[in-house]
């Protein structure tokens, strides 16, 4: 099993952004996903998460301003990042417990994809 998170790139703030994170391999079902970033010296953070069922729940920093959601057919979670600000500048990480074809849950992560908030 593997996560390939993408889409990062350099935005200027009040913009937009949308991450992907698709999981490949042999997979029995997906449970917990989550995207969280980690800026410079600074510890990594949750910002967004989403059960097996769709149930999101956000970091207050960004509530309001990103959106996760899931396709389960297709293996993917996206994160939309809307009126992004300068402290929204890290490396965005996917994690997710993905049950593969033994059927026991174990947590992967993605490589990262870097978002670059600025003027």
């Known amino acids: 099993v593997q996560l390939q998170a993408s889409g990062g790139g350099l935005v200027q703030p009040g913009g937009s952004l949308r991450l992907s994170c698709a999981a490949s391999?042999?997979?029995?079902?997906?449970?917990?996903v989550g995207w969280y970033r980690q800026a410079p010296g600074k510890q990594r953070e949750l910002v967004a998460s989403?059960?097996?069922?769709?149930?999101?729940n956000y970091a207050d920093s960004v509530k309001g301003r990103f959106t996760i959601s899931r396709d389960n057919a297709k293996n993917t979670v996206a994160l939309q990042m809307n009126s992004l600000k300068p402290e929204d500048t890290a490396v965005y990480y996917c994690?997710?417990?993905?049950?593969?074809?033994?059927?026991?849950?174990?947590?992967?992560w993605g490589q990262g994809t870097l978002v670059t908030v600025s003027s």
């Open positions: 994690n997710a417990d993905v049950a593969g074809s033994d059927y026991v849950f174990r947590s992967y």
């Open positions: 391999g042999s997979i029995f079902n997906i449970g917990f």
């Open positions: 989403i059960g097996s069922y769709g149930s999101p």
